[in-house]
C-alpha cells in the first residue's frame, strides 16, 4: 500500500483566517514532505521532516508552520495567506532509511487545492 | 543552483506510436532519478525510478539514464489516450531534496 491521504481536498479561506492542512501515511515512512504547486508549473520543495524533526526549510514564509506530531501525520498550519498562496498543496512521504539510502522514493498524496480570497 | 531541463512540450503522438521524453540536469552529483506522470487537477503518480546507467524498463515504460551526458529519458512504447498526461523528471542528491523539471505535457491521438 503505497496511500498517503490528505485533507481537505478544496480549501477556501480568506486573508485573515487561520486553518490546517493534514497529512497522512501508514507505510512506515520516516520522511514527509511539503510541496505546493502552482497551475502549468513543477512542485517546489517547502519543508522537509525526518524523524519527525525538520530539515529542510526552503525560505517558505513564517505565514506557513508545519507541525509534525508523529511519525505517521504532518500537518501545514497557515495564517494570513496572500491570494498568490493559492495553489495545490502536495504532501510527500518516503522511507528515508538509516544509512542514507539515496533510492528513496517519494509518493505523493491527491492534494488539497487552496484558494485565498 | 540545481536545474533539470525537459525537452518543450507539448507533444503530440498518434495512439500505438512511440513517445519520447527528454530531461537534462546540472548536478553532477545527482544520485537517483525518477519520472512522475501528473494528469491535470491530480497529483504527481510514480512511473520509473533509475539509479544506474544504461535503461530499466517496465512494462511499455523503458527508462534511460546517462550519467556522464547529465541526461535522462523515459520511452512510452504502444502510446495510448489514458497516456496523456503531464510527465516530469526528478532527480534527487544525497539530501530529500526532489528537484522536478518544468514538465513535458503529451498528448496521445486515438
Known amino acids: 500500500d503505497t496511500e498517503v491521504t490528505q485533507t481537505p481536498k478544496h480549501l477556501v479561506m480568506g486573508m485573515t483566517n487561520k486553518k490546517s492542512l493534514k497529512c497522512e501515511q501508514h507505510m512506515g515512512h520516516r520522511a514527509m514532505y511539503w510541496y505546493k504547486q502552482k497551475a502549468k508549473k513543477p512542485p517546489e520543495l517547502m519543508f522537509v521532516?525526518?524523524?519527525?524533526?525538520?530539515?529542510i526549510n526552503e525560505s517558505v514564509p513564517s505565514r506557513f508552520s508545519p507541525e509534525c506530531p508523529n511519525s505517521s501525520l504532518l500537518n501545514l498550519h497557515l495564517h494570513a495567506l496572500q491570494p498568490e498562496d493559492s495553489a495545490l498543496y502536495l504532501c510527500?512521504?518516503?522511507?528515508?532509511?538509516?544509512?542514507?539510502?539515496?533510492?528513496?522514493?517519494?509518493?505523493f498524496g491527491p492534494g488539497t487545492r487552496l484558494t485565498v480570497l | 543552483q540545481k536545474e533539470v531541463e525537459q525537452n518543450s512540450g507539448p507533444l503530440s503522438v498518434p495512439e500505438g506510436a512511440i513517445a519520447s521524453l527528454n530531461c537534462t540536469y546540472s548536478d553532477r552529483v545527482s544520485q537517483s532519478f525518477f519520472w512522475y506522470r501528473q494528469y491535470s487537477g491530480k497529483s504527481p503518480e510514480l512511473i520509473m525510478s533509475i539509479y544506474s546507467n544504461g535503461d530499466k524498463e517496465d512494462g511499455r515504460f523503458t527508462a534511460q539514464l546517462n550519467k556522464a551526458s547529465q541526461y535522462v529519458s523515459l520511452l512510452i512504447r504502444d502510446s495510448q489516450p489514458s497516456d496523456s498526461a503531464t510527465y516530469l523528471c526528478a532527480f534527487r542528491t544525497g539530501a530529500n531534496n526532489l528537484f522536478f523539471g518544468t514538465g513535458t505535457r503529451l498528448t496521445v491521438i486515438p
Open positions: 521532516y525526518s524523524y519527525e524533526k525538520l530539515s
Open positions: 510527500a512521504s518516503s522511507q528515508d532509511r538509516a544509512g542514507g539510502r539515496f533510492t528513496d522514493t517519494q509518493y
